[in-house]
């Protein structure tokens, strides 16, 4: 399957923001070069006169209108900061996967959970330590939505709870769920390198397959569950309100990531129609909701 890469230089030090807009126009993946083609492993500050110049990579689907992105980037805000020296190209998957394979070392998240790259060893053996390879789905846990959701899995008694994934990526928040105590999760995602991600993740962790019920959204009966979690963007979560809502039986807690810090109070408003909603939690510019499901009538 071929990729298409954005590929630009770019010379302004706020690189952390470029990055969200990319992932906001579809980009499933964003990436740093410096001046010498190596990857920066740290996450760029907002502000910093460090990265004065660097090679920005962003993947997107090989299905993306590029002239249609070529104009939506002639009239961002970056425009200025990277003119007209990018370029589109098509890209293997593997070199893709070296990229982000650089980038991706064991990372923690709350107190229990770490998250280790399949070929590293990990830190702390007595963790909850999911083992990751995201192939080329999204979701290791460096981007602050994932990681606030993460959190949230890491703060909860999972034990015995019936859990939904929905836009499951590489099967992180599924993953970790299973292996914090959730006796069933059901993953869903539109993506079927995702699907497949998901998979393959679940082997490496060593869970009972019978756990996880997987697949497209059309192809999963959803149960009313006792938790959902959805990093998914703004827009899907607006769409998809009511059948969320309604895969949460009442008492249920909600979870809810991919908004923007300024997409957060409009989306908390609408779910409060099923949920009470907690104080939104934020990271970067990045934001998550979560309730309770009001007891229906
Ligand atoms: C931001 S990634 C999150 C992946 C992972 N759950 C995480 O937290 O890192 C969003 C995922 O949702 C999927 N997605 C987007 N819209 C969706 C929809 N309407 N229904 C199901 N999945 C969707 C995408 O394919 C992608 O894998």
């Avoid at 298409?4 to 740093?32: C, N, P, R, W």
Wanted: hydrophobic share 40%; with cysteine.
């Amino acid at each position: 399957m071929a990729w298409i890469q954005l590929k630009f230089d770019y010379k302004h030090a706020d690189a952390d923001t470029l990055s969200d807009h990319l992932m906001e126009l579809g980009a499933l993946a964003v990436t740093f070069l410096d001046a010498e083609d190596k990857p920066i492993l740290e996450p760029l500050p907002g502000e910093t006169p460090l990265w004065e110049h660097l090679i920005v990579l962003a993947l997107f689907d090989a299905e993306t209108d590029t002239s249609m992105m070529d104009n939506l980037l002639k009239h961002s805000d970056f425009y200025q900061h990277f003119g007209d020296s990018y370029e589109w190209e098509i890209i293997r998957d593997q070199d893709w996967e070296r990229s982000w394979m650089d980038n991706f070392k064991p990372m923690q998240f709350g107190e229990r959970v770490w998250i280790v790259p399949s070929w590293c060893d990990a830190p702390e053996p007595d963790a909850v330590n999911i083992k990751l390879d995201p192939g080329l789905a999204f979701g290791t846990g460096t981007h602050p939505t994932t990681s606030l959701c993460l959190q949230w899995l890491d703060s909860a008694d999972l034990t015995g709870k019936t859990v939904i994934d929905y836009g499951c990526g590489s099967g992180i928040l599924a993953i970790a769920a299973l292996l914090l105590g959730a006796d069933k999760v059901y993953a869903v995602d539109i993506d079927p390198q995702a699907i497949e991600a998901t998979k393959q993740n679940l082997e490496r962790n060593a869970i009972q397959s019978e756990r996880l019920v997987l697949g497209l959204p059309n192809d999963v009966e959803l149960p009313q569950a006792d938790i959902l979690v959805a990093n998914i963007l703004a827009e899907p979560l607006r769409q998809l309100a009511e059948s969320i809502a309604n895969s949460v039986q009442s008492g249920g807690n909600l979870v809810l990531s991919g908004l923007l810090e300024s997409q957060a109070e409009e989306l908390k408003q609408l779910y409060s129609q099923w949920f009470t909603m907690d104080p939104v939690a934020k990271e970067e510019d990045w934001a998550r909701l979560s309730g309770q499901k009001l007891a229906t009538p």
